[in-house]
Nanobody, 116 residues
Framework: QVQLVESGGGLVQAGGSLRLSCAAS????????MGWFRQAPGKEREFVAA????????NYADSVKGRFTISRDNVKNTVYLQMNSLKPEDTAVYYC?????????WGQGTQVTVSS
């Protein structure tokens, strides 16, 4: 059974940067297309970014295009999300999972809070 552990979130001012990490056990992530998703309070979980199993191509939601970069290190079995020029509307819990569905069990996510 796969376990996903997201980390790297925190409180940052608008315009700042964060780098999220997603580590997995129980699966070799290099075999899968992977994605980052987020859920803001009172909203449904939404797609943020995805990366092909072969380390690209990548795909991004329009709201983050040009600011966020997804990458992966298949040796470390880890997927990353570099987030630059953060905005208050990026505030959410961020999750990683295989993409597309059917999804594995979701991890606990990592909270990103962007202050204005």
């Amino acid at each position: 059974q796969v376990q996903l552990v997201e980390s790297g979130g925190g409180l940052v001012q608008a315009g700042g940067s964060l780098r999220l990490s997603c580590a997995a056990s129980g699966r070799t992530l290099s075999r899968y297309d992977m994605g980052w998703f987020r859920q803001a309070p009172g909203k449904e979980r939404e797609f943020v970014a995805a990366i092909n199993s072969g380390d690209g191509p990548t795909n991004y939601a329009d709201s983050v295009k040009g600011r966020f970069t997804i990458s992966r290190d298949n040796v470390k079995n880890t997927v990353y999300l570099q987030m630059n020029s953060l905005k208050p509307e990026d505030t959410a819990v961020y999750y990683c999972n295989k993409n597309p569905s059917p999804f594995w069990d979701w991890g606990q996510g990592t909270q990103v809070t962007v202050s204005s």
